[in-house]
């Protein structure tokens, strides 16, 4: 559900980051918004990665791997 939520939080993000306006040029052309744009991308994919992995080894049969 939080991997979810931060997918759809850096959708979000995004698109008023292009929509928003400041001295003539969207803001989303600004270095500094573009760069905490690709942190939240990068945590973004680490915790979908980790959700993945959480249900891949929770599907598997070997109860050793459902443990850890």
């Known amino acids: 559900m939080m991997s ?3 997918e759809k939080a850096m959708d979000l993000a ?3 980051a292009q929509e928003r306006v400041q ?3 969207p ?3 600004f270095q500094a918004v573009q760069q905490n ?7 973004t994919a680490a915790a979908v ?9 929770l ?9 850890f």
């Open 59 to 67: 599907s598997d049969p070997d109860p050793d791997r459902q443990e």
């Open 4 to 6: 979810g939520a931060l």
């Open 37 to 43: 744009l690709a942190v939240l991308a990068g945590q």
């Open 27 to 29: 803001i989303s052309k």
């Open 14 to 16: 995004v698109n008023y």
């Open 49 to 57: 990665a980790a959700a993945n992995l959480g249900i891949e080894a």
């Open 23 to 25: 001295f003539g040029r």
